[in-house]
Structure formats: structure tokens, C-alpha cells
């Protein structure tokens, strides 16, 4: 009996974590037209720091630049403190995949992925941090080229979300737009024009 149950939770395990590593970007994707200024107006994280502060969440702003080999460039300010902005910067660098990026993270001392699963390029993107789907790591986002989203696109990022086994609790919808301007890009000679 031990055995059936090992097997059978090996299986669910397996077919949970292909589900998220078969995940793949929008097909076609455009890394020209994806570039310009974006909101991050949604957050879904398992961390437990994440679920505990969810409600001091802001709308954080920045640039993605498309660099001229095909990758990107997001520069983006954040309120660390009282009236304390700090820049932060982060080069993804294309895959065979277009819509599918790695990087460094600085935090986390591992590279990690950015998959652009759905965009309209104009109003909304969706966006899955690191697909292996550890919590500590994996990260759904829903961006918006404005501050304000749709009711329509919230739903359909919660739904996205809950869909990939990220819990309720751990959604964050915050309405309150960081205060920080968004800096200039970190190497502005890279991007496209």
C-alpha cells in the first residue's frame, strides 16, 4: 500500500511540475514592441514575508529597452524607506525563445527565467518569474502600460495565477502607485531607438 501511494504521489508531483516547465511565451512575441513603460499592477508570491506585507504592495513603475541583439533592459526605481528611492536594473538576456529570458538575480545568487506568457503590447502583460516554480522564487506579474487596469485583466491574472497553484492569499492588487520616478536606462547606447 506504501508503494501505490508513493507512485501515485511521485506521479501528481511529476505532472505538476511539467505543467509549469511546458509553460511557454506568446507565440510571435515582439521584444520591440513590448519595450516602453509598464505599471507592475498585480503580484502573485508564495513567500511568507510576500503574504505578510502584501497590503504595503505599490504599483511600481519602469522602462523595458530592447537592446539591439534581441534582449532587454528594465530599469525601475523603488521606495525602500521614508522618502528613499532606489534604482535597480536588470538585463535579460534572449533565449532561442522569443518571449523567453534569463538572468542573473543578484538576490537569489541563480539565474533565473522571465517568460512574457500573454500581451496585447498596448494595454497588458503577463509575465512568470522563474517557471521551475519554487516559492521562494517563481513569481507571477501582471503589467499595465497605466497605473489603472481593467476589472477584466485583474480577473484573468487571478484566475492565471490560482491556475498555477499559487494560493489566494498570496494575490496582490495594490492601488497605491509608488512615488519614485523611473530612472534612465543603465546603458542607454544598448537599447533600441
Not at 16 to 27: S, V
Not at 69 to 89: E, R, V
Not at 100 to 119: N, Q
Amino acid at each position: 500500500m506504501f508503494l501505490v501511494v508513493a507512485v501515485l504521489c511521485s506521479i501528481v508531483l511529476w505532472t505538476h511540475c511539467l505543467q509549469y516547465t511546458d509553460i511557454q511565451p506568446q507565440p510571435d512575441f515582439d521584444v520591440e514592441q513590448f519595450s516602453g513603460e509598464w505599471y507592475r499592477v498585480g503580484m502573485a508570491y508564495e513567500s511568507p514575508l510576500f503574504i505578510k506585507y502584501k497590503d504595503r504592495l505599490l504599483i511600481s513603475k519602469g522602462h523595458l529597452d530592447a537592446t539591439v541583439n534581441g534582449s532587454a533592459s528594465l530599469s525601475m526605481w523603488t521606495m525602500t524607506g521614508p522618502k528613499k528611492c532606489t534604482p535597480s536594473y536588470y538585463d535579460y538576456e534572449k533565449t532561442d525563445i522569443p518571449g523567453l529570458f534569463t538572468y542573473f538575480s543578484e538576490r537569489h545568487k541563480i539565474e533565473k527565467d522571465i517568460t512574457v506568457v500573454e500581451t496585447n503590447y498596448t494595454d497588458y502583460g503577463l509575465v512568470l518569474k522563474y517557471k521551475k516554480m519554487e516559492k521562494e522564487y517563481t513569481q507571477v506579474a501582471l503589467y499595465s502600460r497605466t497605473p489603472v487596469h481593467r476589472p477584466e485583466l485583474e480577473e484573468k491574472f487571478r484566475t492565471y495565477a490560482l491556475s498555477l497553484g499559487f494560493s489566494a492569499e498570496s494575490i496582490a492588487m495594490p492601488t497605491v502607485i509608488d512615488p519614485c520616478p523611473i530612472p534612465e536606462p543603465k546603458n542607454t547606447t544598448a537599447a533600441v531607438k
